[in-house]
C-alpha cells in the first residue's frame, strides 16, 4: 500500500542519498585518532601506506588534516572482524589437529 500526502500525492521514500547527506559528519583531529587506535603517529602513516588493508587516509581542510570519524570507525569494526575470524580459524585448525592426533 502506498502512502499520501493527504492530497492523494504518494510520499516517496528518501533515497540513500538523501539518508547519507542528512547524517552529521564529525571530524577527528590526529590527537583524536591516535588516542582511538592507541598507537604512534609514525604507525598511522604506516597503516595508511598498508596495500593489504589501508587505514583511511585524511581529508585536509586547509593546513589541517583531519579524518571523517566514520571512516576510522569502520576501519575499527574491520580490523576486529577480520581478528575475529582469524582467531576462530585458528581455534578450528587447531581441534581439528587434536582430533587427528597429530
Not at 604512534?40 to 583531519?66: C, M, N, T, W
Request: charge should be positive; glycine fraction near 6%; aromatic fraction near 4%.
Amino acid at each position: 500500500m502506498t502512502k499520501s500526502n493527504g492530497n492523494g500525492l504518494p510520499i516517496k521514500s528518501p533515497t540513500p542519498e538523501i539518508l547519507d547527506a542528512e547524517r552529521s559528519i564529525n571530524f577527528l583531529a590526529i590527537g583524536d585518532v591516535l588516542d582511538r587506535l592507541t598507537i604512534s603517529r609514525s604507525l598511522l602513516y604506516e597503516l595508511i601506506k598498508d596495500p593489504v588493508q589501508p587505514f583511511p587516509a585524511p581529508v585536509h581542510l586547509g593546513r589541517r588534516s583531519v579524518w571523517v570519524e566514520g571512516e576510522v570507525e569502520a576501519y575499527m569494526r574491520e580490523v576486529v572482524g577480520a581478528k575475529t575470524v582469524q582467531c576462530s580459524r585458528s581455534r578450528k585448525r587447531d581441534s581439528e589437529h587434536k582430533l587427528r592426533g597429530s
